[in-house]
């Protein structure tokens, strides 16, 4: 295992479409978060699991935005009726307790 | 609430020369606090991070941070720094969870740009 990767790197989208990204963590990581970033500014925490269980969400997490970890393995990200405020980078990443997270290399989204 | 400041926006240093990059913090507790890179077009690195104990951390590519529980201030440091520094830095803090980090805030991030 080389690192959390997410799929798909890129995804171009029109306005009011769905959108779901998916994220694969770290195996041995328990911890996994999502974030958000546009540019010129840090990350965005949106939400955190631990296993399977969801344990925090930012207010940034419109009704819009859903976050699943079935399983405690991977983990998907869906944003229904995207708008353009969507467009940004999406990232991943994967820690277990005690130590700091690992990220993976995003998923750009573009709203056209 | 948790929130982290970088008050540099930009800074710009020779190469070989020595760098302090400043994070200030606004927590409650004591926090778990992160330095993390990033490159143009590539992800997040972790370059080290402060749990608990000795307070200036080591991390890797030679950086190293102090933790200021008196000041609320963590910031990062090299001895030389190399053309390959050139990236975003970013500071970030999070709260204590169950062993670990909840969703961590990040700062807005310092561009450091590397002088030959």
């Known amino acids: 295992d080389t690192g959390v990767s997410q799929d798909p790197r890129h995804k171009i989208t029109k306005r009011g479409q769905n959108v779901t990204f998916r994220c694969d963590p770290i195996?041995?990581?328990?911890?996994l978060y999502w974030y958000r970033q546009t540019l010129g500014q840090g990350p965005e925490f949106l939400t955190y699991f631990q296993n399977e269980a969801q344990l925090e969400k930012s207010r940034l997490l419109s009704d819009r935005f859903s976050a699943e970890r079935p399983k405690g393995s991977f983990s998907t990200l869906e944003i229904q009726r995207t708008e353009q405020g969507d467009s940004a980078m999406y990232l991943c990443a994967s820690s277990p307790l005690g130590q700091g997270a690992i990220f993976g290399p995003g998923t750009r989204l573009t709203v056209l | 609430a948790q929130s982290v400041t970088q008050p540099d926006i930009h800074i710009t240093v020779s190469e070989g020369a020595s760098l302090e990059l400043r994070c200030n913090y606004s927590y409650g507790a004591t926090p778990y606090l992160f330095w993390y890179v990033q490159s143009p077009g590539q992800g997040l690195q972790l370059l080290l991070k402060?749990?608990?104990?000795?307070?200036l951390v080591q991390g890797i590519k030679g950086f190293e941070a102090e933790f200021k529980r008196s000041q609320s201030s963590f910031n990062l440091r090299k001895p030389s720094v190399h053309w390959s520094d050139a990236a975003e830095y970013f500071c970030?803090?999070?709260?204590?969870?169950?062993?670990?980090?909840?969703?961590?805030?990040f700062g807005k991030g310092t561009h450091l740009i590397i002088q030959p």
């Open positions: 195996s041995e990581h328990n911890r």
């Open positions: 970030a803090v999070g709260a204590r969870s169950g062993g670990g980090a909840d969703g961590l805030t």
């Open positions: 402060y749990f608990s104990g000795d307070t």
